[in-house]
């Protein structure tokens, strides 16, 4: 007489299909909280913690030495050697290709930019001037300035744009200059001259 088998055991318990069912549900909550704690990073979105910027560029992979200068409203001159004096920060100081490149994997790659960054970290009202000193000319040829500055917030506004040339060594000029007022706007922007290099520091 053969053995009767029970078809008991291959039926699915309701209990069982219930917990299964709500470890699936918990997965797929826990991994959404994680989505929304965690969002995607929006692209495009600037958030330097600076009011203006000021960018001074020149030749790509020149070898000269282009410094930047700036007084601030209450006197103080930032340059390569004081890089900071109150909101006002030299935050890149640029010496030509000079210390603009790597070694990887016994390949030396070189970074062809050339420029230095002046950040203003407050509203500080009165008057800003911009000079551009050319330092080194290993090249001794004119070297060729771009000049941007540009207010960050509440959004990003363009002051001031321009180019200039620098044509010996030891030339000092004026990029920008312009006056912000206790509510960070911007008036008087120019290029008129005015000297702020102290050679006797150099």
Same mark, same amino acid.
């Given at each position: 007489?053969? $053995?009767?088998?029970?078809?008991r055991q291959f039926e699915q318990? %309701?209990?069982?299909?219930? @917990?299964?069912?709500?470890?699936?549900?918990?997965?797929?909550?826990? @991994?959404?909280?994680?989505?929304? @704690?965690n969002p995607p990073a929006k692209k495009g979105i600037i958030d330097p913690k600076a009011e203006?910027?000021?960018?001074?560029?020149?030749? +790509?992979?020149? %070898?000269?030495?282009? +410094?930047?200068?700036?007084?601030? %409203?209450?006197?103080?001159?930032?340059?390569f050697r004081n890089s900071e004096?109150?909101?006002i920060h030299l935050d890149r100081d640029d010496r030509g290709i000079a210390k603009d490149s790597i070694i990887v994997n016994g390949v030396e790659i070189i970074n062809p930019l050339n420029q230095e960054?002046?950040?203003?970290?407050?509203?500080? %009202?009165?008057?800003? $001037?911009f000079n551009v000193h050319y330092y080194n000319s290993k090249s001794l040829r004119q070297a060729n300035v771009e000049v941007r500055a540009v207010k960050v917030n509440p959004q990003l506004e363009?002051?001031?744009?321009?180019?200039? $040339? @620098?044509?010996n060594k030891g030339d000092e000029k004026t990029a920008v200059r312009f006056t912000i007022d206790a509510d960070g706007n911007v008036t008087n922007v120019n290029t008129l001259f005015k000297s702020i290099v102290e050679v006797n520091k150099l």
């Open positions: 007489m053969g $053995i009767r088998r029970s078809t318990d %309701p209990f069982t299909d219930l @917990l299964f069912n709500s470890l699936l549900a918990f997965t797929l909550l826990f @991994l959404i909280t994680i989505l929304f @704690l203006f910027i000021v960018t001074i560029k020149w030749d +790509d992979s020149s %070898p000269d030495d282009v +410094d930047t200068w700036v007084k601030g %409203p209450k006197g103080g001159v930032v340059w004096v109150g909101l960054v002046v950040t203003i970290r407050g509203n500080v %009202p009165g008057e800003y $001037i363009v002051v001031y744009y321009g180019t200039l $040339i @620098l044509e």
